[in-house]
């Protein structure tokens, strides 16, 4: 099975940048997903193939993959953008996997 | 607007089944894929079962394979999961969620719970 690899929490202060790594063997080659999650709703996703957003999704979300990490970006974080996180691939080779998740607290 | 509303779910003992629906509204259901992904209490979300348009083509989590069944019926554009055999383990949010470009799960439905207990 492919593994993916995310931090359990990460913490910034009002209008920073998040930076929020998804780690997985070879994953610049596959397509990347993110969803954020608040308590207690469904997942919504919020970047699709490694760098685009759905329509509705604020442009201070973005995304990159490379190499073995794909990034999750959110610019000028706001209180509202406190949620879990997570990635997910699916590839012709493993059934869709989710990493783990990330939770993000804005100080 | 694209809506998925998921039921079924609820109280039931451990090797007892379930069937749980996703009716789907908002866009021709028979042009896509859909899904069913589960969260445990406080846990992460896990892949369950994929359908594609036509039923033709059907994927199992190791998990569940043997144990639950994805259909759909396209002139009632719903979605089903019997789940048989069910164990404690078991005990999650069942989500559907429609397939999106590259795999993604783009629309996903509110839940239904789903508990396994004595």
């Known amino acids: 099975s492919y593994d993916l690899t995310q931090p359990l929490s990460v913490s910034l202060a009002l209008g920073q940048t998040a930076r929020i790594t998804c780690g997985g063997n070879n994953i610049g080659s596959k397509n990347v997903h993110w969803y954020q999650q608040k308590p207690g709703q469904a997942p919504v996703l919020v970047i699709y193939k490694n760098t685009n957003r759905p329509s509705g999704i604020p442009e201070r979300f973005s995304g990159s993959n490379s190499g073995n990490t794909a990034t999750l970006i959110i610019s000028e974080a706001q209180a509202g953008d406190e949620a879990d996180y997570c990635c997910?691939?699916?590839?012709?080779?493993?059934?869709?996997?989710f990493g783990g998740g990330t939770k993000l607290t804005v100080l | 607007e694209v809506h998925l509303v998921e039921s079924g779910g609820g109280l039931v003992q451990p090797g007892g089944s379930l069937r749980l629906s996703c009716e789907a509204s908002?866009?021709?259901?028979?042009?896509?894929?859909i899904n069913w992904i589960r969260q445990a209490p406080g846990k992460g979300l896990e892949w369950l079962s994929y359908?594609?348009?036509?039923?033709?083509?059907?994927f199992y989590a190791d998990s569940v394979k043997g144990r639950f069944t994805i259909s759909r019926d396209n002139a009632k554009n719903s979605l089903y999961l019997q789940m048989n055999t069910l164990r404690v383990e078991d005990t999650a949010v069942y989500y559907c969620?429609?397939?999106?470009?590259?795999?993604?799960?783009?629309?996903w439905g509110q839940g239904t719970l789903v508990s396994v207990s004595s």
């Open positions: 997910q691939v699916w590839d012709t080779t493993t059934a869709p996997v």
């Open positions: 908002g866009f021709t259901f028979s042009d896509y894929s």
């Open positions: 359908i594609s348009n036509s039923g033709g083509v059907i």
């Open positions: 969620a429609r397939d999106g470009d590259g795999h993604c799960f783009m629309y």
